[in-house]
């Protein structure tokens, strides 16, 4: 394993080498929440693309998702979001309503990939060809982009849930089960955005 401090061309190299042109990395954001959709991104980068301070988004600061953020929407080739609604996940469950959010990005591309590298271990429905790569958020350079572009969108999403629901402190937490945040759910039950599968812990409380 490469000792590697930040994400490079290495994996989209290797698929143009074997005659890909198109190629698009995708991840998501929010998966664990207890509340709001959870999004993904898909991003396709011109071959040779340096976006400097490029990283996996959890190791960044939100000042710098947001530099990384604008800059680029402005270098891709093309890029696009997908979500899938609370009631979505509570339906079909998160992790498939996370591979729906990831079709949804995919098929939303302006520009259409014809390879797509997918942070993770597990792709479902996935009609173009595809890898998974672990961590890949830190290993892919077009990974990553797909990474700060779903963690943004997602937080600036929790922002506006924010000021609909400002009991909640959804600003605060992102929707993670903080102490506050389960707490508030204990005090005033959920509201339109929560995800009820995952709130379980409300009708435990009940039956002690």
Do not use: W
């Amino acid at each position: 394993m490469l000792n590697k401090t930040s994400p490079d061309e290495r994996y989209e190299n290797e698929l143009r080498e074997m005659g890909y042109r198109s190629i698009c990395g995708v991840d998501e954001a929010g998966r664990g929440p207890l509340s709001g959709p959870v999004v993904a991104a898909a991003c396709i980068l011109p071959e040779g693309c340096v976006i400097a301070g490029l990283n996996d988004s959890k190791k960044l600061t939100p000042k710098q998702r947001d530099r990384l953020f604008d800059e680029i929407k402005e270098v891709a080739v093309a890029y696009a979001i997908g979500q899938a609604s609370p009631e979505e996940i509570d339906e079909l469950n998160i992790l498939n309503a996370t591979m729906l959010a990831m079709r949804r990005a995919i098929e939303g591309l302006p520009q259409k990939a014809d390879f797509a590298l997918i942070d993770g271990n597990c792709a479902r429905g996935i009609d173009l060809p595809h890898k998974t790569v672990i961590s890949g958020d830190a290993l892919s350079v077009s990974i990553s982009a797909a990474s700060i572009l779903a963690k943004v969108t997602r937080d600036r999403i929790c922002l506006d849930n924010d000021r609909d629901y400002p009991e909640y402190g959804f600003a605060k937490h992102k929707g993670y089960g903080t102490k506050d945040h389960m707490d508030a759910l204990r005090r005033l039950g959920p509201c339109p955005i929560h995800r009820r599968s995952f709130l379980k812990f409300l009708s435990e409380d009940e039956n002690k």
